[in-house]
């Protein structure tokens, strides 16, 4: 009842009411002035029109009723979104600009809906940054994160007066049959978090300098008292303490490493070489500590074959590296190491595949295992020692040389890690890219 009163009301049902008010006035004329027949005939004839006009207006009301509905509640959660919201048409009309998109950008929604955008908008410098978010190439500095051809497209967009760093998803609004009728940006001011990342980088940084010259006079300390003339307790100890310093320094190099990356200066240096070469010198390299863990390291792969990429080799080798001593060190006794490549037939991409026959690692720690300052519960319990870095490492030097790595495994029956390398050149992205943690 209160809903049909509710509907009675509505803008649309006025016409309904006008039309039965004129309908009982014409009944009641049409009994005076015709015949019985006919003004039962003409009275019935008005009623059926009333009811389908009202029936229609009924219809309309419900439509409209609910399209206000749907408007307000659109509206209630693009205010309450905590990212800025911008809507726009297909002729870069602004159709929406909440609250948060006021603050970002420092311009009232008032003056920004219905205003039309275009590359001539960034001559306005009150303008020109949202100018620059609406068309993101024309930003000073610009990270894609998304194939620019798919939608959502993400992109990291930095600016320096004033300082924002803006992560900016756009989406398409589609029609029924496919066809853009507009889009929406939801803008993340990332400029706090970008300023705690350097400042917590730097902190980083400069501690593990610090650090880094009494544990070069600890280590050279420890290695010559290993020439020294002591008894077996005496050298027991100076192998622990030299065992310990030289942890300490591989943890030291990765936080280093890690500052280095997350600010995007780790620095490559490409070059073109063969990979199955490089890949043999590494497994050379790694025999010393295969045999002190009695693990068998095997190459599988086209050893007269030259397979050409381009790489940088230095950061390649901290890579692979990392890879071969987790897969030594995680092993059983008398397990296998085996270092696999190939040259995809699909796409000019090599993958590099490296098997263990270790304790393996648990399904619900396979997706954190790139996440730094991680390490499963039975690698821990296995090798103390370890930092959780080098995974995350591995992962954005995988990345900035335009490849992929991932990982299988099953517990107590071993470990695969893969990863792929381009040998087109120009699949090498043209800037540092960071893998972010989710």
Known sequence: MNNFKHYAQLPEM?????????????????????????????????????????????????????????????DSIVASIGDGIVIYDT???????????????????????????????????????LTQVIFPTMAP?????????????????????????????????????????????????????????????????VAAHQLRTPLSAISWTFESLKKEKIDASQLDLVNIGASAANNLSKTVESLLNVSKIEEGRFGYTFKTFDVVRFLGDLLSQAEPIAREYKTNLYFDGPRDEVITITGDPDKLSIAISNLLDNAIKYNVQNGQVIVQVQQLTDKPFIRIAIKDTGIGIPQEDLGKLFTKFFRSTNVVHKETAGSGLGLYIVKNIIL???????????????????????????????????????
């Open 14 to 74: 006025r016409l309904t009411w006008l039309f039965l008010f004129l309908t009982a006035i014409m009944s009641t004329v049409n009994f005076f002035f015709l015949d019985v027949g006919w003004a039962f005939l003409t009275t019935g004839t008005l009623l059926a029109m009333s009811a389908i006009i009202f029936y229609s207006a009924l219809q309309s009301a419900l439509r409209t009723r609910s399209l206000r509905l749907e408007k307000i509640q659109a």
């Open 400 to 438: 900035r040389h335009g490849g992929e790595v991932w990982v299988e495994s099953e517990l107590n029956r071993g470990t695969i890690f893969y990863f792929t390398l381009p040998t087109d050149p120009k699949l090498i992205p043209q800037k540092e890219l960071i893998y972010e943690e989710e």
């Open 141 to 205: 500095t610009v990270v894609r994160k998304s194939d620019p051809n798919v939608f959502p497209q993400i992109v990291d967009l930095s600016f320096e007066n004033p300082r924002l760093e803006l992560r900016v998803i756009t989406n398409q609004f589609l029609d029924s049959d496919g066809s853009a009728t507009g889009f929406i940006k939801i803008i993340r001011d990332r400029t706090r978090e970008m300023e705690l990342l350097k400042s917590k980088s730097d902190f980083i940084t």
């Open 91 to 129: 002729d870069f009309r602004i159709t929406g600009f909440n609250a948060i998109a006021e603050q970002i950008f420092n311009l009232p929604a008032s003056q920004i809906i219905n205003q039309i955008f275009s590359l001539e908008s960034i001559k306005q410098s009150q303008l020109q940054i």
